[in-house]
């Protein structure tokens, strides 16, 4: 990274996988990485010379930094999710938003089933067994998890990745796939899902998963409102953003018995901190945002904004 040419300087917010990265420079352009938060006014002054940013996100790209930006021709966010970026800003300013949807599809899809295995068998408790020295004999009836094996699962936002989740688990444990999407969509080759409302989906799932964006609409579904409405014992898993739900309703679905354990990728707020009322809870299961966080998909996630970065420009 970092070197010169006079195509066009492109800058990242935050360190990626690079490799890919050499192609920007083969085709002329200048790539460097921004020393200081995307706020501060040094970074500000290095943005007026850019032509792209490749942005993280956490990074918050709205009105007010588009009308001081509104030289940009690409902002390519390093993620699927693009509900940092106001978009219309962008669009009215005439800048490509650009993301790595499709590459992180099987890498999120993973890590949503990584939480649902680690719930269901109850992780958190039973790592502590042994990490605390507690594990002293085979128990017939120690901390037991539950099958997964012919159980429905409820998918809400039946996007890319949710269709990936479900069809995964759906070989796997034979589980009865049912959705929720705000529009009507067409369902990958080789996987049964059955199309129900809002309030179905809530009720009727043994596990029910959130893949859907970040919209005025779905902020703050997971409530206590919908909550209350599961099945006793049901399971949780948001990979989607934490804004979706809320942390404290979550709580009193536990304490209440409604929900048996919640695997979170995301967190509301994040970073998740030790004030949250889910910190440390045994049957909470979290993991930092890491739904891409595989060397594979990060590497083909470069690629994908190398690709959107040139095309943008015109040079491919
Ligand atoms: C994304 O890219 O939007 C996902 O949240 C990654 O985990």
Same mark, same amino acid.
């Given at each position: 990274?970092?070197?010169?040419?006079?195509? *066009?300087? #492109?800058?990242?917010?935050?360190?990626? &996988?690079?490799?890919?990265?050499?192609?920007?420079?083969?085709?002329?352009?200048?790539?460097?990485?921004?020393?200081? %938060?995307?706020?501060?006014?040094?970074?500000?002054?290095?943005?007026?010379?850019?032509? *792209?940013?490749?942005?993280?996100?956490?990074?918050?790209?709205?009105?007010?930094?588009?009308?001081?930006?509104?030289?940009?021709?690409? #902002?390519?966010?390093?993620?699927?999710?693009?509900?940092?970026?106001?978009?219309?800003?962008?669009?009215?300013?005439?800048?490509?938003?650009?993301?790595?949807?499709?590459?992180? =599809?099987?890498?999120?899809?993973?890590?949503? /089933?990584?939480?649902?295995?680690?719930?269901?068998?109850? /992780?958190?408790?039973?790592?502590?067994?042994?990490?605390?020295?507690?594990?002293?004999?085979?128990?017939?009836?120690?901390?037991?998890?539950?099958?997964?094996?012919?159980?429905?699962?409820?998918?809400?936002?039946?996007?890319?990745? *949710?269709?990936?989740?479900?069809?995964?688990?759906?070989?796997?444990?034979?589980?009865?796939?049912?959705?929720?999407?705000?529009?009507?969509?067409?369902?990958?080759?080789?996987?049964?899902?059955?199309?129900?409302?809002?309030?179905?989906?809530?009720? !009727?799932?043994?596990?029910?998963?959130?893949?859907? %964006?970040? =919209?005025?609409?779905?902020?703050?579904?997971?409530?206590?409102?919908?909550?209350?409405?599961?099945?006793?014992?049901?399971?949780?898993?948001?990979?989607?953003?934490?804004?979706?739900?809320?942390?404290?309703? #979550?709580?009193?679905? #536990?304490?209440?018995?409604? &929900?048996?354990?919640?695997?979170?990728?995301?967190?509301?707020?994040?970073?998740?901190?030790?004030?949250?009322? /889910?910190? !440390?809870?045994?049957?909470?299961?979290? =993991?930092?945002?890491?739904?891409? *966080? =595989?060397?594979?998909?990060?590497?083909?996630?470069?690629?994908?904004?190398?690709? !959107?970065?040139?095309?943008? /420009?015109?040079?491919?």
């Amino acid at each position: 990274m970092n070197q010169k040419s006079n195509s *066009g300087l #492109i800058l990242l917010t935050d360190r990626i &996988l690079e490799a890919p990265l050499q192609q920007l420079i083969d085709h002329g352009l200048e790539v460097d990485l921004l020393d200081t %938060p995307l706020e501060d006014p040094k970074s500000q002054e290095r943005i007026k010379d850019a032509v *792209g940013l490749i942005t993280m996100l956490c990074d918050k790209i709205d009105k007010e930094f588009i009308a001081k930006n509104s030289h940009l021709k690409i #902002i390519n966010n390093y993620a699927v999710g693009t509900n940092n970026i106001d978009r219309d800003a962008c669009e009215k300013a005439g800048i490509i938003v650009g993301n790595t949807p499709d590459v992180l =599809t099987n890498a999120s899809a993973d890590l949503a /089933l990584t939480l649902l295995l680690g719930v269901t068998r109850r /992780l958190n408790y039973n790592t502590a067994i042994v990490k605390e020295g507690r594990w002293k004999k085979w128990e017939p009836i120690g901390v037991l998890g539950n099958d997964l094996t012919g159980k429905t699962l409820g998918i809400y936002g039946m996007g890319r990745i *949710g269709q990936a989740f479900a069809y995964k688990c759906q070989k796997a444990f034979d589980m009865n796939v049912i959705y929720y999407n705000h529009r009507e969509k067409e369902i990958i080759k080789g996987l049964e899902a059955t199309p129900v409302n809002e309030s179905e989906i809530f009720s !009727n799932s043994d596990v029910l998963s959130f893949h859907c %964006p970040l =919209t005025e609409s779905t902020k703050g579904k997971i409530n206590k409102e919908n909550l209350a409405t599961m099945k006793s014992g049901s399971f949780l898993i948001n990979i989607s953003r934490g804004e979706v739900h809320r942390e404290e309703d #979550i709580l009193w679905a #536990i304490n209440e018995g409604i &929900l048996g354990g919640v695997g979170l990728d995301v967190t509301n707020p994040e970073p998740m901190t030790s004030d949250s009322p /889910l910190f !440390n809870h045994p049957d909470v299961l979290v =993991t930092p945002h890491i739904g891409s *966080g =595989t060397i594979e998909t990060r590497m083909a996630m470069t690629q994908c904004c190398v690709d !959107n970065i040139l095309q943008a /420009l015109g040079i491919k």
